[in-house]
Nanobody, 114 residues
């Protein structure tokens, strides 16, 4: 089992920045992927960014060049969000994929005002 605790989020004006952090605890071993998803009202949850154990990153087109995912070690990772837009408003969830199982953080609200 892996437990995830998120921090960060909040209200920011368009063009501003926020940083989300996620701390993992529990049984962590082997290969893993860390990611950030978001879900806006009335929409499906979407993958925003992901980083593999080897450091390979992926970003959805809408955040390319504005968001950056990073990790300190196998237990802590973050999402730096710059040049935020109102359409980035959503609940953001951190994700940890290990041994074929997905683990989720509790979610944190990000609201970008125009």
């Amino acid at each position: 089992q892996v437990q995830l605790v998120e921090s960060g989020g909040g209200l920011v004006q368009a063009g501003g920045s926020l940083r989300l952090s996620c701390a993992a605890s529990g049984s962590i071993f082997g290969d893993y992927r860390m990611g950030w998803y978001r879900q806006a009202p009335g929409k499906q949850r979407e993958l925003v960014a992901q980083i593999t154990r080897g450091g390979t990153t992926y970003y959805v087109d809408s955040v390319q060049g504005r968001f950056a995912i990073s990790r300190d070690n196998a237990k802590t990772f973050a999402l730096q969000m710059n040049s935020l837009k109102p359409e980035d408003t959503a609940v953001y969830y951190c994700q940890y994929l290990q041994s074929g199982r997905n683990y989720w953080g509790q979610g944190t609200q990000v609201t970008v005002s125009s």
